[in-house]
């Protein structure tokens, strides 16, 4: 699964792609432009997918099992990678990457690939310099990532800024900065990747959100940098940080992380699921709505979940063991997939899934 800005997708068991919610730029690829509170079929995805992406403002990749990927929604800024900047509303292929990519990570506005040789390209958006090529042109083609055309093994790309995991444990990270999200210390965009202080080795994972990023540790505890404005970083208080903090209360036994736009989250080994930041739309999932700068229990869910997502604006989905989902928060575009488009501050069932 993963959530969009107020869309949400999921991989299907089959290698086939369903997405519901948002649709405004095509961002569901089924065809349209009509918002969606059930999951659809994405156009002629319906097998041979191996991973999703949905962390665009209004664009989705997928991740297809030859090594190549398909973009579909917005495309004003060339965050497609078809060469054009037209919006489609079905997904079509990104130039030059018909195989050899190993993962893909959709931003607010661009994109970006890790290939199976360890390096990295991305596309779209570069204002900020999040493409890490050197400028702040935009692309609508891929562009290799300075220095980094080798050992990489992870990628997560956020609002303005993207980040990569190095084979030896190690967090790099570019584009704007402006809230010290790329964690070297200071606040300076930076158009070529930069080293994350204090974390050189025993980094397993990575999730780069709106102003914030987060980094799971091989000890199984998370760090967080950036914006800390509704507690997102999770250390107690409500200060920025331009260098990594530790999470209040969870050293260990955390396996999965995701970084919203403002909140976080975190998967345990146990199969339960810990939020913290902003909750005004109920994304914490602990039946309130009250902020929180250090991590909380989402209600119901002690146990049984395989991953999450919390990378939309208020809200977040859960993968049951049991195939299920549920998701939680803002739902005015029905990114819940509940049916309706009424906001829950605790986690409901999405439609279609599950046994």
Request: aromatic share 8%; net charge neutral; charged share 5%.
């Amino acid at each position: 699964i993963d959530s969009g800005w107020a869309h949400t997708c999921a991989l299907a068991s089959n290698g086939g792609v369903k997405c519901w919610g948002w649709n405004y730029r095509g961002q569901l690829g089924n065809g349209n432009n009509n918002d969606s509170n059930v999951p659809v079929d994405v156009f002629g995805l319906s097998s041979g997918v191996s991973a999703i992406s949905a962390g665009g403002y209004g664009h989705t990749c997928g991740l297809l099992t030859s090594g190549g990927v398909k973009c579909w929604g917005w495309n004003y800024y060339g965050q497609l990678g078809n060469g054009n900047n037209t919006s489609s509303n079905v997904p079509v292929n990104v130039s030059g990457l018909s195989s050899g990519v190993s993962a893909i990570s959709a931003g607010l506005i661009h994109t970006c690939a890790l290939l199976t040789t360890g390096g990295v390209k991305c596309w779209g958006y570069n204002g900020a310099g999040e493409l890490g090529n050197g400028n702040t042109a935009d692309s609508n083609v891929p562009v290799n990532v300075s220095g980094l055309s080798s050992g990489v093994s992870a990628i997560s790309a956020g609002h303005g800024h993207t980040c990569a995991l190095t084979s030896s444990g190690g967090v790099k990270c570019w584009g704007w900065n402006y809230y010290g999200q790329l964690g070297n210390g200071n606040n300076t965009d930076s158009n070529v990747p930069v080293n994350v202080s204090g974390l050189s080795s025993g980094v397993s994972a990575i999730s780069a959100g709106r102003y914030h990023t987060c980094g799971l540790l091989t000890s199984g505890g998370v760090k967080c940098w950036g914006r800390n404005n509704s507690g997102q970083l999770g250390n107690g208080n409500n200060t920025d940080s331009n260098v990594p903090v530790d999470v209040s209360g969870l050293s260990s036994g955390v396996s999965a992380i995701s970084a919203g736009i403002t909140h976080t989250c975190g998967l345990l080994t146990s199969g339960g699921v810990k939020c913290w930041g902003w909750n005004n739309f109920g994304e914490l999932g602990n039946g309130n709505n009250n902020d929180s700068n250090v991590p909380v229990d989402v209600s119901g869910l002690s146990s049984g979940v395989s991953a999450i997502s919390a990378g939309g604006y208020g809200h977040t989905c859960g993968l049951l063991t049991s195939g299920g989902i549920k998701c939680w928060g803002n739902n005015w575009a029905g990114q819940l997939g509940n049916g309706n488009n009424t906001k829950s501050n605790v986690p409901v069932n999405v439609l279609g899934f599950g046994p």
